[in-house]
């Protein structure tokens, strides 16, 4: 054992040597001697000039400290770019001998930094080294030798052992950074506050910052100003390579003119954030962001997001009023015809995808009284989408601006501007990027006025061709269905579509859509329509297509056809009828009539309307696109009604009468329909004619008759007279007979 006690005097006798020489270095050397000499080394090994105005202090145990005061940094000739009032850090001694690393403290007060980038990317902190050959030599064994080391049998470079440190306090005071980017044409001006506290390995530490930043261009102008502060518990661990961040709390105010709202108070806080190096994972729990009075819930995994991403999150937007963040952000509110509407919205969002995909799968959204349900897959490399939407309780017509009459002038005027004026109905160039599928179902939906039990749609999009199969709508006691398609591949967009509609309650539904109430009934309908354009006006003007038409137990609303006729034949007999003896509409069993559509106007050959007490047919042109009808029908009335309206006789009854209805969607219904004057005239000329040429016939007939039995009377009386003759001449011949013969007889007395 007499070589450990050696070896004990040994270490003893060399740490006594190491306190005298460390006493000595304390009391007899003074560092302040070595400014010249630091300034010097600085200068030549890296360009960097030195200005060490204030004192310079330091200690060897326990602690090994230093502390600079008054220093100043600048490159070669550029003025200072680093300056600080007082630097100080302390070094434990003895914990070096464990490989352990303990600071009692790193402080910097009034720290002032200046940093310039040129218009050309330069920075004024980028080092400028001076050419040194030796270096240059020295350096590279060392790099290649480094480098071969690295490389071990396994592959993979040896491992490093991280020192334990520990590090009671950093502070860093009112330390004070300008940037100025001449490429950007922007200045930031930054003053920050950072202490940390109890720093250890695998250990959290408690962190607190403060900054002030002030953006602006280069001459101060616009400038937006931020206040932040920052508390987190913050947990290295070397071993593992990863960091965790807990109970992270970071409250903002920002303010300016050129932002939409200012000021602006946001908070960001965590309760966990872990970061694992090797793996590339991220982990966030417990986000929670309130700006402009929107709060944001949210779950963040991301993996491999160094090489191949990939990310899950769960977001919850809480309650809050949407009309209240667009006039913080000062964005214009549309015009609305409700004013109760764009005031609650909610939202559940589930995210997950990669840099390849993005999927949300579900997404919830709740806005006003409107539910949504959603999924939805993005493809982003080429973009794609496919998408799938369920909702109800949707007033459109709430979001929508209030209609207003105009007069006639403005009206005028209004279509003018709009044939001067080039106004596009759909974007082809949106529509021609567009490259997906949409799926939608919504239930008691409102639409300009239309009220739809329930719409089902089914779209792709590829290349600028849109595709809509099947489209089926449950409304008005009816359904509805059709394909639709629409192609801007060319230079004019083209519709086609396929409408069927099957007992559809025709009435509320064009009041509720048109504010047209001239029909009634139960409606089906089968056809096929194109246009061609990009406005109202071009696809009204180029529609093309046929239409099968039929109503049941349905009226025409607003026009009499019955009166419309009595008041004709009144006009004819110069009389007056009693308006109360007819009703408003003119009631039917069925109405039926192709529709074959040129340009807009729409003709309706074959029209036919049966009733009990009417019989119309009829046919003209409806032109859309001046919004007008030029239309004759032939009525024909029978029943007692018209004998008690019209006071005429059965043979009136067996006419077809002429209407003629004619002028704008907008005239009054009573007024738009009218007897054919002339018509009606012609009527009952030909009427009368008939009756002339019937009466002639009859007495023709009468005098034939009369005719025929003088003849037979006469016929007689000669045939009678004829007979008296003959039977006279009888008589005379047999009483003669009788004579002769009693002559004979005396003659033959007298013989014998």
Known sequence: MVWIKRLSLLVAGLLAVIALLLAYVMLFV??????????????????????????????????????????????????????????????????????????????????????????????????????????????????????????????????????????????????????????????????????????????????????????????????IKATATLNANLAVFPERESLSLDSLVLSADVEGDVLPASPMNAKLSAANVDVDLPQENVLAEGLALSVLGVNIDAKVQAYQVLSEPQFSAVLTIGEFNPRYLMTRLKLPLPDMSDEAVLTKARANITLEGSSDSITAQPISIVMDDTSIEANAVVDLSPLRWDVSVAGKNLDLDRYLPTPVEKSEEAVTNAELAAKTESRDLIPIDVIRSLNGHVGVVFENLTAKKLKIDKIELDSTQSNGLVKISPLRALLYKGSMSSKASLDVRGITPIFNISPAIEGVQIQPLLVDFMDLDKIAGTTYLDGELEAKGNSIEDLMSSLQGDLLIDIKKGALVGTNLTKTVCEGIAAIRKEKIDDQQFGSDTPFETMRFPAHIVNGRVSTPGLKISSAGIQVTGDGVVSLPDSSLDYQADVGIAGSELDKACHVNEKVTKLAFPVVCKGNFSDDPAGLCRPDIKGFGKLFADLAKEELNLKLDAEKARLKEKEKALKAELEAKAQAEKDRLKAELEEKRKAEEERVKEKLKEKLKSLF
């Open 30 to 223: 003074n560092p302040n001697d070595f400014k010249d000499e630091l300034k010097s080394v600085a200068l030549e090994k890296a360009n960097v000039n030195l200005r060490l105005d204030g004192d310079i202090s330091w200690s060897f145990f326990p602690w090994l400290g230093l502390g600079l005061e008054d220093i100043g940094v600048s490159i070669g000739t550029d003025p200072e770019i680093l300056r600080f009032d007082r630097a100080e850090f302390g070094l434990a001694i003895l914990p070096l001998l464990e490989q352990k690393i303990q600071v009692n403290k790193v402080n910097l007060v009034n720290l002032k930094a200046n940093l310039n980038k040129n218009a050309q990317g330069q920075g004024n902190w980028q080092l400028d080294l001076p050419n040194n050959s030796s270096s240059t030599a020295s350096v590279a064994p060392a790099t290649t030798e480094s480098a071969a080391s690295s490389n071990t049998p396994n592959g993979n470079a040896e491992k490093i052992k991280v020192p334990d440190i520990q590090l009671d306090e950093l502070r860093i005071e009112n330390a004070q950074v300008q940037y100025r980017d001449e490429q950007t044409k922007q200045l930031i001006n930054a003053t920050l506050n950072v202490q940390l506290n109890d720093v250890q390995w695998d250990k959290a530490w408690p962190m607190v910052m403060d900054i002030a930043v002030t953006q602006s261009g280069l001459q101060g102008e616009s400038p």
